[in-house]
């Protein structure tokens, strides 16, 4: 039976309580990570012959000699790598990589530029881009990209092994992918759904979107998906320069927050599952919009750069450019302008595509090999989940109970390791102040005093007058 260590957050059947979660910021920052590596995870896992394994996102360059003995494969799904913020963690991906003997596997990795598709803001990092494809592709046959923009990216480099394949997420329920219109048109008290990025809402023109949508919609709600959000929401913590933006929905301040408007997700399936009752999606977030069309509700991406852009494109997703969508952008607009058919009709052949990628660089999947992912949605099903993490807006026992008691868990369990670390500390010390002591030499003295004591008295004598 083979053994995939595969990227991730964790385990899509990992139950984790929010307080935990939030902690550990088990959705490395952006829980629309978990949609994919959830989704990678599924179509991985085939019953009596593949088992797949999360490594919780941790980079551990000193692990590759475990991995090299444990696994058969790394497998690393990835969203918008290739940008100067993740240069860092992608530079310690590399030095792992590049210590493994077994076959390395990149899934959907996206290049980030502007809406013009410039390469530019880039270069800096190329050499750091360089090491990293040039490491995977010494251990595959082929490196898989989201999108046009990014597959350009790397072959203008001089890359031939690559391979346009999209993303995970949207191939998790396989080769069936049914995204319908489920009524004729929005009304005031249909059920939406918004989401966006600090940079969209502070800077890219969602803020106003938001306000009159809200305004127009009675039953608006805000999902966001930076573990910021997620803070605020249940601490109501403000203390940090993303959680004092006061135009998100998830900030204490604003309207939505206090209306109890506004949610964010731990886990994809409940994520999923919640959207499954709503009409109409639409927002900058392309895993939040992703979310919505599994659970087959239109969506429609409002797109902030180029990552946004080549995932629409390909999948055929209905979209348009953020900085040309007007203040007073109706969703029900939107919606009647949304056509989902070359979505839902060319789904199978991007499948198939994907499908062929896994197979030439050696992964078996579950539909073609095992059960559909039968198995694998049974054993989700059996778990209890956290709900969606709404606003902090009351002060019943029950949410008092839930929250403190995870707090004096930390204090119990830190004053613990406290303890522990000053005996350490003080057991250092005196084997140090033995060791000290045990090696203490008396100096020798230098040769200035020992001049000094040969010459000095005779010098005095000398130098002493006579009566």
Not at 211 to 230: K, S, V, W
Not at 414 to 436: H, I, P, V
């Amino acid at each position: 039976m083979k053994r995939l260590l595969l990227r991730s957050g964790k385990s899509p059947f990992d139950v984790v309580p929010v307080e935990e979660a939030l902690h550990r910021d088990v959705f490395a920052t952006n829980s629309g990570n978990l949609i994919f590596s959830d989704a990678a995870h599924k179509i991985l896992t085939v019953p009596g012959r593949t088992e797949v394994v999360s490594n919780g996102i941790a980079t551990e360059v000193g692990a590759a000699g475990r991995i090299n003995e444990e696994y058969d494969a790394f497998v690393v799904p990835l969203a918008n790598a290739f940008r100067p913020t993740f240069e860092l963690p992608l530079q310690r991906l590399t030095r792992l990589i590049s210590k493994l003997k077994i076959p390395v596997v990149v899934l959907g990795v996206g290049a980030q530029a502007g809406l013009d598709n410039d390469p530019a803001r880039l270069k800096a990092m190329e050499p750091t881009v360089r090491a990293f494809v040039s490491a995977v592709l010494d251990h595959s046959a082929s490196i898989g990209v989201r999108g046009e923009f990014t597959a350009k990216y790397l072959t203008d480099m001089g890359f031939r092994d690559v391979e346009i394949i999209g993303c995970p997420s949207l191939f998790m329920h396989g080769d069936r992918l049914g995204v319908e219109k489920r009524v004729e048109a929005l009304t005031a008290e249909s059920r939406i759904a918004i989401n966006g990025s600090h940079t969209a809402v502070r800077s890219g023109g969602l803020k106003p979107i938001i306000t009159r949508t809200h305004e127009h919609y009675p039953n608006l709600c805000f999902i966001g998906q930076n573990i910021t959000d997620a803070r605020q929401l249940h601490w109501r913590d403000v203390d940090s320069p993303a959680g004092r933006v006061k135009q998100m929905p998830t900030h204490p301040d604003h309207p939505m927050y206090r209306e109890g408007k506004a949610r964010v997700y731990i886990d994809p399936v409940t994520w999923i599952d919640d959207l499954k009752g709503y009409d109409f999606s639409f927002g900058s977030r392309i895993h939040g919009n992703i979310a919505a069309l599994l659970a087959g509700t239109p969506a429609t991406v409002l797109c902030g750069d180029s990552r946004t852009l080549e995932l629409c494109r390909y999948f055929e997703i209905p979209h348009r450019p953020l900085n040309e969508a007007p203040a007073d952008t109706d969703p029900a607009r939107l919606y009647e302008e949304a056509d989902f058919s070359a979505l839902n009709g060319n789904h199978r052949e991007r499948f198939d595509r994907f499908m062929g990628f896994l197979e030439k660089n050696g992964l078996e999947n579950t539909f073609t090999h095992g059960d559909g992912g039968a198995a694998f949605d049974k054993q989700l099903r059996s778990l209890r989940f956290p709900a969606g993490i709404r606003p902090w807006t009351d002060a019943d026992l029950a949410s008092l109970t839930s929250r403190f008691g995870w707090l004096q868990q930390r204090i119990t369990a830190l004053d613990t390791d406290n303890a522990q670390l000053r005996r350490e500390l003080a057991k250092s010390r005196a084997g140090a102040k033995a060791a000290a002591k045990a090696a203490k030499v008396i100096p020798a003295p230098s040769i200035y005093r020992r001049a000094r004591r040969v010459v000095g008295g005779p010098l005095r004598r000398a130098l002493k007058p006579t009566k």
